[in-house]
């Protein structure tokens, strides 16, 4: 753990004050701690995929079973969670990371697309060259869109591109379905099995 903290300050340190704002901090910090670990992991010897599994469960976790609850809670209180995250995720988002991120939306014949050009968490790990440690990110947002897809509200996602699985930018997709429980698709997931 001691040699872990050490990386992870010396990392942070290399690229805190390239954060643009207070939310950047979070955004340097988190991948930060994630390399570190990595590193620490594949030099005592552990194979690159066993330490990516051991990264993987640990960070889903964090957090996890909280944004859960929120999840499900918000669910139950909106007669329309298509229609509020439509109107309400943007600002959201941006109050969470900040001008680390870039956002857009685009309108399809069945709900709308959150659209990401640009994302602070991507330009880290590959600045620190472990790329491939941006899935790791990319997969904890299954603790509110597994609860989305679950729930019995006409809604259902999909994340069909990412920047961490080789695209141009991130795409999001919001739905309208039919009341209950939909199918899960993420290339996030498939591209990491």
């Not at 330490?51 to 079973?65: D, H, I, K, N, P």
């Not at 859960?68 to 909106?78: A, D, G, H, N, S």
């Not at 109050?95 to 709900?111: A, E, I, L, R, V």
């Amino acid at each position: 753990m001691a040699a872990v903290k050490e990386q992870a300050q010396i990392i942070f340190d290399r690229h805190s004050h390239k954060a643009p704002d207070p939310q950047g901090m979070m955004v340097v910090g988190l991948p930060s701690l994630v390399i570190a670990a990595h590193r620490e992991l594949t030099a005592r010897g552990v194979s690159e995929g066993v330490a990516f599994e051991v990264l993987r469960r640990t960070y889903r976790s964090m957090l996890g079973a909280e944004m859960r609850l929120l999840t499900q809670i918000e669910v139950f209180f909106m007669r329309d969670p298509l229609k509020f995250y439509e109107k309400n995720f943007i600002p959201l988002l941006n109050s969470m990371f900040g001008k680390s991120f870039t956002w857009d939306k685009k309108t399809t014949q069945t709900g709308w697309v959150l659209v990401g050009t640009q994302c602070g968490f991507w330009d880290m790990f590959r600045a620190e060259g472990a790329p491939q440690l941006t899935k790791l990110i990319c997969e904890w947002d299954r603790n509110y869109l597994n609860v989305l897809d679950k729930s019995r509200r006409p809604i259902a996602t999909r994340r069909t591109m990412t920047l961490s699985t080789g695209s141009s930018h991130c795409e999001f997709h919001f739905d309208r379905a039919a009341a209950g429980a939909s199918k899960t698709v993420d290339v996030v997931i498939e591209s990491s099995r």
